[in-house]
């Protein structure tokens, strides 16, 4: 904790940037308590941890905070607050709002009266809890950010592959359609913007990593832009290369003996997949569906309407949970409307069967628009 009551019945809110010799005069010299137990509180400042204040023993309002104080969580919380008190907006550390029982780490409230809570997220959180904190503040009228905690594997800007935990892809944001995540890394002071998400496969993806400096964000926060046609011709070169890493190596493996249905596929459709058509295994929104490299599934399509005759122009509705159910993959209504556009985005490329050439450029066109159009 952050905050707490003097003596006096005023609120303090402790500062890291404070003289060390402050800090220890303010400990000797004045009691501290908690505004929701009103408990004396020990004043602790260590070489471990930013100062902060914390329970003599486990209490019950440990429950209400969003989870253990870590360094990085205090950290955070301490500079996302000085960020909209530089900003002069209206914000209030560890406020508990009585009616729901909860505690954010910041409410805040911007200059029209409309209320935020602001959570900055280090510890993993169940979706439940997630949906049952977000019904609490929405019946409050106030509208949740969640900020997780920068991922450490992402150090960097640029176009590139990163992974990302279920537990920071449920904290995706969405504006104008384009949808981001918003994380924050308190050592370096900045948020990284997580955007563009082309799925690869398990957790991997490629993706647009944007930073800026807290001192330098604003609020409401920094919305990503959509991405130019030369930073999509750095996505599609990548995805390219990872594409044919992933069928390289599954070629590779076959050799020391694994029977791999999808070298089956490629050898009855007569693929070379080394250089396959640029359309089996495109990027599409939504892949992550599908649970699968696109490619995998793009070529079972293919496959699957060259053994059962079915032209892929009539591939709709019905007949694709019929190709979900045959290629073993999740038969859910996204899914289905990740093969449909697939199917879409083919006849528009004027593609009937899986040994057409196409020119890059056209296809090109074709992605940039899907991944704009969202
Ligand atoms: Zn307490």
Redesign the pocket.
């Known amino acids: 904790m952050l905050a707490a009551y003097t003596e006096q019945n005023e609120l303090f809110i402790l500062n890291s940037s404070m003289p060390l010799a402050t800090l220890h005069l303010l400990r000797k010299s004045k009691k501290f308590y ?1 505004p ?4 004396q509180l020990l004043f602790k400042i260590g070489s471990l941890k930013i100062p902060h204040f914390s ?1 003599f023993s486990k ?3 440990d429950d209400f905070f969003s989870e253990r104080e870590s360094e990085t969580h205090l950290k955070g919380k301490e500079q996302l607050y000085n960020l909209f008190k530089a900003l002069n907006l209206d914000a209030k550390l560890e406020a508990y709002i009585t009616t729901i029982q909860q505690r954010p780490d910041i409410l805040l409230k911007d200059d029209d009266n409309s209320m935020f809570a602001i959570e900055f997220q280090c510890s993993s959180i169940s979706k439940e809890s997630l949906i049952r904190r977000n019904t609490g503040y929405r019946e409050e009228n106030i509208s949740p950010v969640w900020i997780p905690n920068t991922p450490t594997n992402i150090t960097r800007s640029g176009i590139q592959k990163i992974s990302l935990s279920k537990n920071v892809q449920q904290f995706t944001l969405c504006s104008k359609h384009l949808p981001y995540i918003m994380t924050y890394n308190p050592t370096v002071r900045q948020f990284f913007y997580i955007s563009n998400l082309i799925f690869l496969q398990g957790n991997s993806f490629l993706s647009k990593v944007q930073t800026i400096s807290v001192t330098h964000q604003q609020f409401p926060f920094y919305i990503p832009k959509p991405i130019t046609p030369n930073e999509f011709k750095q996505f599609l070169l990548i995805y390219k290369q990872v594409k044919h890493n992933y069928v390289q190596k599954r070629v590779l493996l076959s050799r020391s003996g694994v029977n791999d249905i999808f070298l089956r596929r490629a050898y009855e459709l007569r693929l070379n997949l080394l250089s396959l058509p640029y359309y089996i295994g495109i990027p599409l929104i939504g892949n992550e569906e599908l649970q699968v490299f696109s490619v995998d599934w793009q070529l079972a399509l293919f496959y699957f309407v060259y053994t059962t005759k079915i032209e892929l122009r009539h591939m709709k509705g019905q007949t694709i949970y019929y190709f979900l159910r045959w290629a073993k993959l999740p038969e859910t209504s996204r899914a289905k409307d990740v093969v449909s556009e697939y199917c879409r985005l083919l006849e528009e490329l004027s593609v009937q069967h899986s040994y057409q050439s196409i020119h890059e450029k056209k296809l090109f066109d074709v992605l940039y628009n899907h991944f704009l159009a969202i």
Request: aromatic share 0%; with cysteine.
């Open positions: 908690c929701l137990c009103k408990q329970h209490s019950h309002c």
